[in-house]
C-alpha cells in the first residue's frame, strides 16, 4: 500500500481491473483528464488479445489475467484498483486487492447482497485501505446542482420524483443473465434510486413493485423491466420504471409545492444535460455541456487517499442503494410492499464535489461492444 512521505508529491498509481465496454470507452481514456494526481500503471482482464492491444495503446507494461492480479499489482507497485467487472465479481476482486495493501474504488452497484457489500466493507477496513464506489453523478454539476435547487426552497416543499431510465440491451450482453449480475433494477435501477436518495437527503422506508420479462433474448433470467414506489419517512414519494428492452431514455424530475424541475439525460455521461425548472408558471432553461464525468471520480478518490479522508462515495453509500434494490426485488416477487429498516447517511454529495473535466472522444473498443443497440 502506498503511504504517503512528508511534503512528497506523487501520484496515485491505478490498475485497471475489466476490459469491457465502459472501462474502454471511459474509464481508460479519463486517466488523460485526471494526470495531476492519477496514472494507469497496470491493466487486468481475461482476454490476452485486449490486454495486448490496450496495453499498446496505453503504453502499459504491466498486465496480466484474473489469476494474476496479486502478482500484477505488485509489479506495477499500484496503489489503487479501479474495478470495472461484472457485479456478481466485485467482492472476490475487492477482498483481494484489500488483501495486497491497494485501495479500492469500484463500479456501481456495489454487489448483488447486503452480505457481499458488508464483506467488501470489512475487508477494505480491515487492511487500512479506503473503499469508494464509482458513483460519477456526485462530482457532475447538473446532479450536483439539482440537489441544491432541491435545498434551496425554490420548489417549496420537494415531495415527489419520478424517473424513467431504459434502453434496449443487445441479445446475450451480461446485463441479460443473473450469474454476472444482469437485469434493469440493478445496472439502471440503482441510478433512480440512488438520485431519490440525494435529492430528498434520506433513506426510504417502504418499498413497492412490479418486474416484467417479455423478451428472454434481453433477459434470460433477470427483470426486463421494473417499476418501483418508494415512501420517505417525510412522505415524500419516488417512482420510477427501469428497463433494458424499451427506447433509450434518461430522465428525472422533482416536483414540490411551489414548482419543479426535470433533468433530461440526466444520467447519461455521453450528451449535453439540460435542466427545466418551472416556478410560478414560468419555465428556465439551462444546458450542461457534455464533459468527463470518469476522470473526477480519479481525481476525487487518490485525493482522498493522498489527504487521507474519507470518500463521500463510500462503501456505505454503495450499501445503501443495494439494501433498497434487494427490498425492490423482493416486492416485486411477493406483490407486496417491503418495509425497508431504518439506515442512518450521514454524508451526501453537494457542489463541493463538483469538478469540471472535458469531454473525451471515446475511442474504438477492443471486443467490448455497446451494451446498447441504440
Known amino acids: ?30 486517466f488523460e483528464n485526471a494526470a495531476e494526481n492519477s496514472e494507469l500503471v497496470a491493466l487486468v482482464s481475461g482476454d490476452p488479445d485486449k490486454l495486448a492491444a490496450l496495453g499498446e495503446r496505453y503504453g502499459v507494461a504491466e498486465r496480466g489475467g484474473y489469476d494474476e492480479l496479486e502478482d500484477v499489482l505488485k509489479r506495477s507497485q499500484a496503489d489503487a484498483v479501479y474495478i470495472a467487472l461484472p457485479n456478481t465479481m466485485h467482492r472476490e476482486y475487492t477482498e483481494r486487492a484489500a488483501a495486497a495493501g491497494v485501495h479500492v474504488l469500484c463500479e456501481k452497484p456495489m454487489a448483488m447482497t447486503e452480505e457481499d457489500c458488508e464483506a467488501m466493507i470489512r475487508a477494505t477496513k480491515d487492511r487500512g485501505v479506503k ?16 440537489i441544491e435547487i432541491a435545498r434551496s426552497g425554490k420548489l ?11 434502453q434496449v440491451v443487445r441479445p446475450d450482453d451480461i446485463r441479460t443473465r443473473s450469474d454476472e449480475g444482469g437485469g434493469a433494477l440493478f445496472d439502471l435501477g440503482v441510478y433512480c434510486v440512488n438520485a431519490a436518495r440525494y435529492l430528498f437527503r434520506e433513506e426510504p422506508s417502504e418499498a413497492l413493485a412490479l418486474s416484467l420479462r417479455l423478451d428472454e433474448k434481453r433477459a434470460k433470467d433477470v427483470d426486463e423491466t421494473t417499476s418501483a414506489i418508494l415512501r420517505f419517512p417525510s412522505g415524500a414519494v419516488a417512482q420510477f420504471t427501469v428497463s433494458q428492452g424499451l427506447s433509450s431514455v434518461s430522465s428525472f424530475r422533482i416536483a414540490g409545492t411551489e414548482g419543479d424541475l426535470r433533468v ?15 416556478v410560478g408558471g414560468k419555465t428556465e432553461e439551462k444546458t450542461y455541456k457534455k464533459r468527463d464525468q470518469f476522470a473526477p471520480e480519479l481525481v476525487y478518490f487518490s485525493q482522498c487517499i493522498l489527504e487521507d479522508k474519507e470518500p ?37 454529495p453537494g457542489m463541493g464535489q463538483n469538478i469540471k473535466k472535458p469531454p473525451i472522444d471515446p475511442p474504438e473498443p477492443v471486443k467490448a461492444p455497446s451494451p446498447s443497440e441504440q
Request: no cysteine; net charge neutral.
Open 131 to 146: 473503499l469508494m464506489i464509482a458513483y460519477r453523478l456526485h462530482f457532475e454539476e447538473a446532479n450536483l446542482k439539482a
Open 264 to 278: 433530461e439525460p440526466a444520467f447519461d455521461y455521453t450528451a449535453d444535460i439540460k435542466h427545466y425548472l418551472t
Open 312 to 348: 463521500e462515495p463510500s462503501g456505505l453509500e454503495g450499501f445503501a442503494d443495494v439494501r433498497v434494490m434487494l427490498a425492490i426485488q423482493n416486492s416485486a416477487a411477493s406483490g407486496r410492499a417491503e418495509a425497508i429498516p431504518p439506515f442512518e447517511r450521514d454524508q451526501r
Open 156 to 166: 417549496g416543499q420537494v415531495r415527489a420524483f419520478t424517473s424513467l431510465f431504459t
Open 1 to 30: 500500500m502506498f503511504r504517503k512521505a512528508p511534503n512528497e508529491s506523487r501520484k496515485i498509481r491505478y490498475a485497471v481491473v475489466g476490459a469491457g465496454n465502459i472501462a474502454q470507452v471511459a474509464v481508460l481514456p479519463a
